[in-house]
């Protein structure tokens, strides 16, 4: 059904997805947490307000246009239990106080419908005091209030959030703010360095990071585009040890390498970048975070 609402679905790659919301839609219903993940923004946020329309349809057959949600939505105008959240200021995240608003407006009745929806955009980007805000609702949800969340990279959440979550993921979506090459190289080979028996070869990698204090902004952001990139490489070292890896695109060196290391070594690298994730946003200085993050690594790494 959805195939025919939203086209990119049919793409090679999202037939699971594609499997998953049409049940959701024929059903006309939607988890508590629905999280969309995929490379284009725009795609998330059409699919999103896509599912929002099907959950608030009342039509006989789905979206014909009869039921007052319908109505509303033809029109043009915007349906006032669809809420989108969207992130404001220099890093263009949702803050804390965006949360907590959205806890107040959660607890209102729906205006017109039966329920409301928060489509909340770009949710990836949210600091760990928004996230944790986040969790508390997304824990203890009012009745019928559902949460779309959109991001690109899901691992970016904290657990706990995409635990409590059904996952979806849009393949062949093409973001507008692309990763450089050299940060995806630099990646691949810090990975391998990680595995390397001499300790300098990733501090010296690691030595990217460190800039001139004008620099620094810019620096932040690819170094958390950077620890992406490693979890990136390390869940696919843990499909490679699981033998899977005929799933994957293709191999990283790195991947490659840590595919040797025991599964809870990998779980405990994935936790220790969340930690230094939370170190960049909260400002502490990049170079006591980049040793940190060299260390602890490969600390984790060494463990007997
Ligand atoms: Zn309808």
């Not at 209030?145 to 959440?157: A, T, Y």
């Not at 995806?184 to 028996?197: K, M």
């Not at 994957?248 to 994935?270: H, R």
């Amino acid at each position: 059904m959805l195939e025919n609402l939203f086209p990119v679905l049919s793409r090679d790659g999202n037939s699971r997805t594609l499997a998953q919301l049409d049940a959701m839609a024929e059903s006309r219903a939607l988890p508590h947490g629905l999280l969309i993940e995929g490379d284009s923004p725009a795609e998330c946020v059409e699919l999103a307000e896509i599912m929002a329309k099907v959950y608030m349809c009342g039509c006989d057959s789905v979206l014909s246009g009869e039921c007052e949600s319908c109505m509303i939505s033809d029109s043009g105008e915007a349906h006032p239990d669809i809420v989108t959240v969207l992130g404001e200021g220099k890093q263009n995240a949702i803050t804390v106080e965006r949360i907590r608003n959205m806890r107040v407006e959660a607890q209102m009745s729906p205006t017109k419908g039966r329920s409301r929806v928060f489509i909340l955009v770009d949710c990836d980007t949210m600091n760990m005091s928004a996230q944790n805000a986040f969790l508390k609702l997304l824990e203890e949800p009012p009745e019928n209030v559902v949460f779309i969340m959109l991001c690109r990279q899901r691992m970016n959440l904290l657990e706990t959030i995409r635990s409590r979550a059904v996952a979806v993921r849009i393949e062949g979506g093409s973001s507008e703010e692309t990763i450089p090459d050299s940060l995806y190289e630099l990646a691949d080979t810090f990975a391998c360095a990680i595995c390397s028996p001499n300790d300098w070869d990733a501090v010296e990698l690691s030595a990217y990071f460190i800039r001139d204090k004008k620099d620094n902004a810019a620096a932040q952001k690819e170094l958390l585009q950077f620890t992406g990139l490693i979890r990136g490489i390390i869940r696919d070292a843990m499909i490679i040890s699981a033998g899977a890896q005929d799933i994957l695109p293709k191999i990283s060196q790195g991947a490659k390498k840590l595919s040797v290391v025991s599964s809870d070594k990998l779980e405990a690298m994935l936790a220790e970048l969340d930690t230094i994730d939370r170190s960049v946003e909260f400002h502490i200085t990049l170079p006591l975070t980049v040793t940190a993050m060299v260390s602890r690594l490969k600390r984790i790494k060494n463990k007997k």
